[in-house]
């Protein structure tokens, strides 16, 4: 299996989990108006949100190479700025996700949480098991985005290793990959508007 497709495969699982936090507060903040709830449940989200944040800003400015003038121009300035943040980087994921799990503990204790009502009780099951599975005790998440850390850098490498063979073949290898995560970017993008939405 390629570099590529595991780093795919590994933003469309973190993407997911963007998606389905974007549904589930989007449900909640629709259904509860308590603001002393709100008060607690949204600092969760942005909790969370910030460790998609470590994902895009990483990402991002590879790509934003759009063309091979950009590729050429660019990439060796955003390979070394990557090769000497990512591993500081990679940790902060972590962070964002612990203080999480701390608000959840919190949260956790609120009426609301407690609720009979069907819609919001299927709504707080699937944030305790995206928490649960996600977050905390498994730490999917986190170990999704440093595969996509780890993996990247590796990557990173190879195309620089080629550019300097052969630049338009290593734009061409570029492109290609980027492509693939360019929509799981958009998508976390996306997700990240609505999670700041307090």
């Known amino acids: 299996m390629g570099i590529e497709f595991t780093i795919t495969k590994e933003l469309a699982s973190i993407s997911v989990t963007a998606t389905e936090l ?20 949204d600092p969760l989200l942005v909790s969370i949100a910030g460790a998609y944040d470590v994902v895009t800003d990483l990402l991002q400015p590879f790509a934003a190479l759009r ?17 000497a ?3 500081k980087e990679a940790s902060r994921p972590r962070l964002f996700t612990e203080q999480a799990f701390q608000q959840y503990q919190i949260l956790k204790t609120c009426r609301e949480l407690q609720t ?9 099951t699937r944030l305790d ?7 905390d005790n498994d730490c999917w998440l986190v ?31 570029y492109r290609q990959a980027f492509d693939g995560f360019d929509p ?3 998508i976390l ?3 990240r508007a609505v999670l700041a939405a307090v």
Not at 116 to 124: E, H, N
Not at 129 to 135: Q, S, T
């Open 22 to 41: 974007a549904a589930i507060g989007t449900l909640v903040r629709s259904q509860i108006g308590s603001r002393d709830f709100l008060a607690q449940f």
């Open 67 to 83: 063309d091979a003038a950009d590729f050429n121009r660019d990439f060796t300035a955003c390979h070394t700025h990557y090769k």
């Open 85 to 87: 943040v990512y591993l």
């Open 116 to 124: 009979g009502f069907p819609l919001l009780k299927r709504t707080f």
């Open 129 to 135: 098991e995206l928490i649960d599975k996600w977050i």
């Open 143 to 173: 170990m999704n985005m440093d595969t996509v850390f780890k993996l990247l850098h590796r990557l990173l490498n190879e195309f620089e290793t080629m550019r300097i063979k052969d630049p338009d073949e290593a734009w061409l290898l």
């Open 184 to 186: 799981y970017l958009a």
């Open 189 to 191: 993008a996306r997700h």
